[in-house]
């Protein structure tokens, strides 16, 4: 009995750990673990070398759905999908496998990284209360994040309608 509680105990704390090194913040340790706060701000001292950031998660479901934070929540939630479809990994567990595999995309293909795992956490949130959902683009038939109550008929991606404001701003300039 008590043996397994430790095992447990040993469990949680490595959870807890991969979610601190990817960058995870407090209430996204709480609400995955059973470690008190105050272990799991010990933990994360002892991790990052720091006290973890106060404060409510200023997340709004809109940021995921401006242009370059949208192309990077898709990218992520097709990683994750596949990952819950196709594999027995579910949870907290399919989150960090998924959010690795995108660390990974950026970093062949020299991209910055824009979703933070606290933010991919709460973007499954949104997407399992239904504030936010998964439609195909009619272009490139790839799956995009887009708000649940508007009306997306016809809808076209990020990356096949790229916004021009930059070059726009330049003519003006000229
Ligand atoms: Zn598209």
Redesign the pocket.
């Given at each position: 009995m008590r043996e397994k509680s430790l095992i447990s105990e040993a469990k949680q704390i490595q959870l807890a750990t991969d979610l601190i090194k990817l960058g995870a913040r407090l209430q996204v340790l709480e609400a995955n673990t059973e470690l008190s706060r105050e272990r799991l701000v010990r933990l994360y001292k002892e991790i990052k070398g720091i006290s973890p950031p106060k404060g409510m998660l200023p997340y709004s479901e809109d940021w995921f759905t401006s242009w370059q934070p949208n192309v990077h929540s898709s990218l992520f939630i097709n990683i994750y999908n596949f990952i819950i479809k196709h594999t027995n990994v579910h949870t907290i567990d399919a989150i960090i496998k998924s959010y690795k595999l995108y660390l990974e995309h950026i970093e062949i293909n020299s991209l910055q990284r824009v979703l933070s795992l606290t933010r991919a956490w709460t973007l499954v949130r949104f997407l399992e209360s239904r504030v936010l959902r998964v439609i195909p683009?009619t272009?490139?038939k790839?799956n995009f994040i887009v708000h649940s109550l508007e009306i997306h008929t016809n809808h076209?991606?990020g990356?096949?309608n790229i916004p021009s404001r930059a070059g726009k701003t330049k003519k003006k300039v000229a």
């Open positions: 683009c272009k490139c790839g076209v991606c990356l096949c």
